[in-house]
C-alpha cells in the first residue's frame, strides 16, 4: 500500500526519549537502547521532538513491556516525517481533541491499541490525517460516535475501531473506496447496516458482531459486485429475514451468524449457493431439523462447521456429504446415543468438538478412532462409559473429562507421539498412573482411582507445564526428577496419600505459578533457618493445607514474591492460561475459599491465594503478608500461630476472604481490617482475641460464628457490649507501636530487592470461566 520508501529500523519507544535530549545526533548516528539498535535516524529531530510531544500526554509506564516490543515510530527516509506510529498497550490518558498526534500530517500507519483512554471519544481530527492507510483504534475504551470526518480518509484501506464503547448510527464509510477490511465488533452501534456496504469496491472482511444492529438488511440484486469474503453478522438484533439477502454474497469465504437472537430456526439450505464458502459459525441459533437430513443442500466446501448451542438433539447426518470438513462442533446441545462410525472417515476431519452432550458410547469396536485424521478431540462433560477408546494415531489433544470411564489407562496414549494435551479427569479410570508423563505439556488426571507411584522419569528438556493428579490414590515421594522440569506452571498433587517433607529442593523451578499439596502425608517445616524468604519467585497460588507441617515462618516469608505479566483475554479478564499448539487450554483448579471449596477454571494472572490450613505451623504470622497487595484468599485456620494479627493486612487492599480461626492468637483484631471494602469472608474464631471488634460494614455484617471463641472479644455481631477500663491502654498507641515494630520487616524487604517497582506481588487465583465455549477453540484453529 505504501509507495514511498521508509527506513526499515524503527525508533524504539525509549529511544525516541533519549533521542529528545540528544538533538546533536545525525541521520547517520547509530544507537543502542535496551538492546534495540537504531541506525541511520531518518526522523528529523522536529518529528522527534514532537512525537516525544504525543506520547507526554499519556502516562506511558507501559509502554517497554516485552509483550509490546513493536512499540515506536518510523519515518520516511526521503522526508524525515513519521510516516507509521505503533503503540499497543502502552497508554493511558485521554486523548485530547487538539492532541499534537494530529500534527503527523504525513502519517500512513497508525495503530493505538489496547490502551487505556479515559473519558475519550473519537476526535474529528483524525479526519485531517488524509493520508492513512491503516487505522487501528481496537481496545480502547472510546465513548460516543463515530466522526463524519472519517469519510475524508480517502486512502483509508483497514480501519478497525472493535471492542470501544461507540454508539450512533452505522459510519459513513460507503465512500471509501479503497477501504478493504472494515471491523467495528463489539461496540455499542445501532440501526441497520447501509445496503451500500456489501458492494463496496475493495471491501472483502466486514465484522460487526456484538452490537445493536437491527434489520432487516438489504443486499443489492447484482451479487457479482460485492467483494465480501469474510462476513460476522452474530450477536446482534436482526429483524427479518436475512438468509436470503446473504445468499447474494456469492464470494463469501467466511460467515459468522452465531447467536443472532433471530426468533426462527435458520434454514442451512437457503446457503447453498454460497459455492465458496469454507467457514461457517451458526452457534447459539435454532436450526431447522430438515436441514441437517444426509440429504440437504448445503455448502458443499465447508472446511468448518461450528453448531455449539443449537439446541440440537439428533447427530446431524448433513456432515456426511462434507468431505473437506476439517473442524467440528456440535458441542452443548442435546445429542444423545452413540457417535456414528462414519464421522472417523471423513478424510480431512482434524478437530472435533462433541463435549457437554448426551453421548453415551461410539459405534464400531474400540479401536473406531485409531485411523481417522483426528489431532484435537473432545468428549468431555457427556455419559461415556466403559473402556476408552483407544486414540487416534495423529492425535496431538485430547479431553475427556467428567464422564464414567473405568478400567486402566490405555498405554497406547504413551504411544502417540504428538499428543501434547491429556485431559482424563474426573472418570473411574483403575490401576497405575501412566509412566510417560514426561512427554506431555498438559496432563490432567484429577479425580479417578488411580494407584501407585508417581514416575521418577521427567528428563532435562521436557515441556510439561502442568501436571494434576489430584484426588487418586497416589503415595510414595515426589519424584525428585521434577528437577528437570523448568517449564513447570502447575504442580498439584492434591488430596493423595503422598508422603514426604517439603520439597525446598523446587526452589530453582522459575516458572512455576500454582503449588497444591493438600491432604497428603507431608512433614517437617516449610521454612528452613538459612534460606530466609519463601524461595519460588514466581509462585501465585500455594496450598499446602491439611498436612503435618511444623515450624515457624520468619517474617520475611513472602518477600520475594513479585508480580507477573497480566494477559488480558478478549473478554477483558486477565488470566493464565496454556497456548497449546493452535488451542489454548484452561488450568482449572479446587480452591478453599470463602469458606467454601469451588472448583475454578482460568486462574486470573492478578490476584493470589495461599492456604495453610490444617497443620502445625507455630510463631507469628509473618508481617511480609501485608506486601502481597493483590492478595484475594487467605487461609491460616487450625494451626499453632501465636502473637497479634499483623497490622499489614490492611494494606492487603483486594482480599476478600480471610480465615484465621482456631489457633493461639492474641490481641486485638486491626482497625484497618474495616477498610478492606473487598472483605466478604472473615473468620477470626476460636483465638485469645480481645477488645472492640472494629464496626465496619465488611466486618459486621459477618455471623457471630466468626469470632466466637474468644472471650475478650466485644461488640457487634457478638451480644457482648464494650467498655474501656481506666488502666486499658488506648488501642491506638497498642497499634502504633506494632506497626512500628512490622515498618522494621518491610523496610528490610524494600532492601532486600532493591526497591524495584514490579517486582512486589505477582499472584493467581482461579476464577470461574462461565461457560465452556468450543466454537472459540475451532476460531482459534481457523482464524
Not at 469474503?229 to 436475512?242: R, V
Not at 483403575?430 to 507411584?453: A, S, W, Y
Not at 501485608?626 to 492487603?652: D, E, Q, R, Y
Request: charged content about 15%.
Amino acid at each position: 500500500m505504501t509507495t514511498m520508501p521508509e527506513t526499515l529500523l524503527r525508533l524504539h519507544f525509549l529511544s525516541l526519549l533519549l533521542l529528545s535530549s540528544c538533538a546533536f545526533l545525525s541521520s547517520s548516528s547509530t544507537i543502542d537502547v535496551d538492546d534495540v539498535v537504531v541506525g541511520l535516524v531518518a526522523c528529523l529531530p522536529r518529528q522527534i521532538e514532537a512525537f516525544t510531544q504525543f506520547t507526554n500526554e499519556f502516562d506511558t509506564r507501559s509502554c517497554n513491556h516485552s509483550d509490546y516490543s513493536n512499540n515506536g515510530a518510523w519515518c520516511d527516509n526521503s522526508t524525515g516525517a513519521v510516516t507509521k506510529i505503533h503503540l499497543t498497550g502502552c497508554l493511558s490518558g485521554t486523548l485530547k481533541p487538539n492532541s499534537s498526534l494530529f500534527g503527523f500530517q504525513q502519517l500512513r500507519h497508525l495503530v493505538l491499541s489496547n490502551n487505556n483512554f479515559i473519558s475519550s471519544t473519537l476526535p474529528s481530527k483524525f479526519g485531517n490525517l488524509n493520508r492513512l492507510e491503516v487505522l487501528i483504534l481496537s481496545s480502547n475504551g472510546l465513548l460516543g460516535e463515530v466522526p463524519s470526518s472519517i469519510s475524508n480518509l480517502s486512502q483509508l484501506s483497514i480501519l478497525k475501531l472493535s471492542k470501544n464503547k461507540l454508539i450512533g448510527s452505522f459510519p459513513l464509510i460507503s465512500n471509501l473506496t479503497k477501504l478493504s477490511v472494515l471491523s467495528l465488533s463489539q461496540n455499542l452501534f445501532t440501526g441497520t447496516i447501509p445496503s451500500s456496504i456489501f458492494t463496496m469496491p475493495s471491501l472483502f472482511y466486514l465484522n460487526v458482531n456484538d452490537n445493536h444492529l437491527t434489520g432487516p438488511h438489504e443486499v443489492p440484486d447484482s451479487s457479482t459486485s460485492s467483494s465480501l469474503e469474510f462476513l460476522n453478522l452474530g450477536k446482534n438484533q436482526f429483524e427479518g429475514k436475512i438468509l436470503e439477502p446473504i445468499s447474494k454474497l456469492i464470494n463469501l469465504k467466511r460467515l459468522d451468524l452465531s447467536f443472532l437472537n433471530i426468533s426462527y430456526p435458520i434454514d442451512l439450505r437457503l446457503l447453498s449457493s454460497l459455492k465458496s464458502l469454507l467457514d461457517l459459525y451458526l452457534s447459539g441459533n435454532s436450526l431447522l431439523a430438515t436441514s441437517l437430513s444426509a440429504d440437504s443442500d448445503i455448502p458443499p466446501n465447508l472446511e468448518t462447521l461450528v453448531m455449539s448451542y443449537c439446541d440440537l438433539n439428533e447427530f446431524p447426518n448433513v456432515l456426511k456429504t462434507l468431505n473437506n470438513l476439517r473442524g467440528l462442533s456440535i458441542s452443548s446441545n442435546r445429542i444423545k446415543g452413540k457417535v456414528p462410525e462414519w464421522l472417523w472417515t471423513l478424510p480431512s476431519l482434524s478437530t472435533v468438538l462433541l463435549g457437554n452432550n448426551y453421548f453415551n458410547g461410539f459405534q464400531g469396536t474400540r479401536k473406531v478412532l485409531v485411523d481417522s485424521s483426528v489431532q484435537m478431540l473432545d468428549i468431555q462433560s457427556n455419559h461415556f462409559e466403559g473402556e476408552i477408546p483407544l486414540p487416534p494415531l495423529s492425535l496431538n489433544a485430547f479431553y475427556a473429562r467428567n464422564n464414567t470411564f473405568t478400567g486402566n489407562i490405555p498405554l497406547s496414549f504413551c504411544n502417540r507421539t504428538s499428543l501434547t494435551v491429556l485431559d482424563l479427569s474426573y472418570n473411574n479410570f483403575t490401576g497405575p498412573i501412566l509412566q510417560c508423563l514426561n512427554d506431555f505439556k498438559i496432563v490432567k488426571l484429577r479425580k479417578n482411582n488411580l494407584e501407585g507411584n508417581l514416575p521418577d522419569r521427567f528428563n532435562v528438556g521436557t515441556s510439561l507445564r502442568t501436571i494434576d493428579v489430584g484426588e487418586n490414590r497416589l503415595t510414595g515421594k515426589l519424584p525428585r526428577s521434577f528437577l528437570n522440569c523448568s517449564s513447570f506452571k502447575f504442580l498439584s498433587v492434591d488430596h493423595n496419600r503422598i508422603e514426604d517433607t517439603f520439597p525446598f529442593w523446587l526452589k530453582d523451578l522459575p516458572n512455576l505459578q500454582v503449588f497444591k499439596l493438600r491432604s497428603n502425608k507431608f512433614y517437617g517445616p516449610i521454612s528452613l533457618p538459612d534460606q530466609g524468604p519463601l524461595a519460588f519467585p514466581e509462585l501465585h497460588i500455594f496450598e499446602i493445607s491439611d498436612n503435618n507441617f511444623t515450624g515457624s515462618l520468619p517474617p520475611s516469608y513472602f518477600v520475594n514474591w513479585k508480580s507477573p505479566s497480566l494477559k488480558i483475554n478478549g473478554a477483558g479478564t486477565m488470566y493464565m492460561a496454556e497456548d497449546i499448539g493452535a488451542s489454548t487450554y484452561d488450568d482449572l483448579i479446587d480452591l478453599q475459599y470463602k469458606g467454601l471449596s469451588m472448583e475454578q477454571m482460568g486462574i486470573l494472572t492478578f490476584y493470589s491465594a495461599i492456604d495453610l490450613s490444617g497443620n502445625k505451623i507455630e510463631g507469628q504470622i509473618p508481617v511480609s503478608i501485608g506486601l502481597l497487595k493483590t492478595l484475594i484468599a487467605l487461609n491460616l485456620s487450625n494451626n499453632a500461630f501465636t502473637g497479634h494479627i499483623p497490622l499489614a493486612l490492611a494494606n492487603v487492599t483486594e482480599l476478600e476472604s480471610l480465615d484465621l480461626s482456631r489457633n493461639q492468637l492474641s490481641g486485638t483484631i486491626p482497625s484497618g481490617l474495616k477498610s478492606l471494602s473487598f472483605l466478604a469472608h472473615i473468620n477470626v474464631s476460636h483465638n485469645q482475641l480481645k477488645g472492640e471488634i472494629p464496626q465496619g460494614t465488611q466486618i459486621t455484617g459477618q455471623s457471630k460464628s466468626s469470632f466466637e471463641g474468644n472471650a475478650g472479644l466485644c461488640g457487634l455481631p457478638l451480644e457482648e457490649s464494650c467498655f474501656a477500663p481506666p488502666t486499658q491502654q488506648p488501642k491506638e498507641e497498642e497499634e502504633e507501636e506494632e506497626e512500628k515494630e512490622e515498618e522494621e520487616v518491610l523496610n528490610w524487604r524494600g532492601v532486600a530487592i532493591g526497591f524495584g517497582p514490579g517486582v512486589l506481588l505477582g499472584l493467581a487465583i482461579a476464577q470461574v470461566i462461565a461457560s465452556y465455549k468450543p466454537e472459540w477453540l475451532i476460531k482459534i484453529m481457523y482464524q
